[in-house]
């Protein structure tokens, strides 16, 4: 395998903008938290029918501090992951010429994937949320398919572009 030194590899504008996006949304998904946990009841839905968002599961409210730390480690090991290339399993032979593209468009995915994440969990705590005081949301179901399909579309199509650089 080429080793390549990461900072050899420039970040894109992509990557900076999303790793930004990415922060911010962490540090709205925390303040929204903040402010809900000492509202709720001692009892919270811990697990909903899928597209009803009627509860059928509660625990004690404790662990919805489980939904920012998890969300919060995912995000660091996703920021963390995009800085060891040697961790990417590419489809394809790693040469030096198409090595920095590759590891460039890895990043770029990674990056952004971070970003749905952390969207889907914020997603997930504000369903929750408003399913504790029983005013579930209607529809935001459907927000957490459209960003499910589009981290699957995102993978799927810089698949298909390390398939053509190689």
């Known amino acids: 395998m080429i080793k390549r030194e990461v900072s050899n590899v420039r970040a894109t504008r992509l990557e900076k903008g999303m790793t930004t996006i990415a922060a911010l949304l962490l540090i709205v998904f925390w303040v929204l938290f903040i402010i809900i946990y000492p509202k709720l009841p001692t009892e919270v839905p811990i697990h909903s029918a899928s ?3 009627e509860a059928y599961t509660y625990g004690n409210k404790g662990l919805f501090f489980l ?3 998890l ?3 995912l995000s660091l090991m996703l920021f963390a992951v995009r800085f060891v290339p040697s961790l990417f399993n590419f489809p394809i032979k790693i040469t030096e010429e198409n ?3 590759l590891i460039q468009l890895t990043r770029n995915m990674v990056a952004q994937t971070n970003v ?3 969207m889907l969990f914020l997603c997930v705590l504000i369903d929750f949320s408003f399913a504790a ?3 579930p949301i209607a529809g935001l179901d459907f927000l957490l398919i459209g960003l499910l399909v589009y981290l699957v579309a995102l993978i799927f199509y810089y698949f298909v572009i390390i398939l053509k650089k190689g």
Do not use: A, E, N, R
Request: net charge negative.
């Open 51 to 53: 597209f009803t968002s």
């Open 67 to 69: 939904l920012p730390v």
């Open 71 to 73: 969300t919060t480690g």
């Open 99 to 101: 090595s920095t593209i």
């Open 116 to 118: 749905i994440i952390v």
């Open 133 to 135: 005081f029983d005013q």
